[in-house]
């Protein structure tokens, strides 16, 4: 049982390249998320996709596009890097999207992106 | 947006002592939820907290569901050095739809 797992680990851009990072769990879950992690700033929701078939727009999706390739994976494509989207990338995955419990996410281990 | 206010921002351990750190919200929350981050992982969590007023325990650490739902607390017992990183809590709101807010994280350090 991997868990989250996400690739690339590391990646450099340059402004206005694009590329998009992968995402897949094991865990037959319902419900998985991207987050951006910048310094002082915590774990920022940017999209999440609440079952297979849905996607929805998180607190800072600017410059940011989503798919729920299947149930298992979820990725994230930035069409023109931007400086401002230097970050550490991370995706997350929870059994239930409503209802009482299943709310605990479990994150995978992050992409760290630069764009210069 | 929705703010956690965890506290406090960092802080330094020396090995043996009791740790303790909280999250606070002006709205109520459902779900409180407590991870930590070493450097270069992701957050992996620690103990999750469903019921106004629930006390957790999951080894040396104890977490708490403040009974007002705006509130939840963090302790360590007797820190070793391997609990150094980062503490985030996060709570999921009611109609959240599954959503989480999450604190900006405490850091703790080894004290020089």
């Known amino acids: 049982n991997a868990g989250v797992t996400q690739t690339p680990k590391f990646q450099v851009l340059k402004t206005g390249q694009s590329m998009t990072l992968q995402c897949a769990q094991d865990?037959?879950?319902?419900?998985m998320y991207w987050y951006r992690q910048d310094p002082g700033m915590g774990l920022r929701l940017i999209y999440y996709?609440?079952?297979?078939?849905?996607?929805d727009k998180g607190e800072v999706p600017n410059g940011y596009n989503v798919s729920r390739l299947n149930k298992r994976e979820f990725s994230l494509r930035l069409e023109s890097a931007a400086p401002s989207q230097t970050s550490v990338y991370f995706c997350?995955?929870?059994?239930?999207?409503?209802?009482?419990?299943?709310?605990?996410?479990?994150f995978g281990p992050g992409t760290r992106l630069t764009v210069t | 947006g929705q703010q956690l206010n965890q506290s406090p921002q960092s802080m330094f351990i020396q090995e043996g002592e009791d740790v303790s750190m909280n999250c606070t919200s002006s709205?109520?929350?459902?779900?409180w939820l407590w991870y930590k981050q070493d450097p270069g992982e992701g957050p992996v969590l620690l103990i999750a907290l469903y019921k106004a007023g629930e006390l957790t325990s999951n080894g040396r650490l104890t977490a708490q569901f403040g009974i007002t739902r705006k509130d939840s607390f963090l302790n360590i017992s007797a820190s070793i050095p391997s609990d150094v990183g980062i503490y985030f809590c996060a709570g999921q709101r009611p109609g959240g739809q599954g959503n989480l807010i999450f604190g900006k994280g405490t850091k703790l350090s080894v004290k020089p």
């Open positions: 709205s109520i929350f459902n779900t």
């Open positions: 997350a995955s929870s059994t239930h999207y409503s209802g009482s419990g299943g709310y605990e996410q479990y």
């Open positions: 996709s609440a079952s297979e078939g849905t996607t």
């Open positions: 865990m037959n879950h319902n419900s």
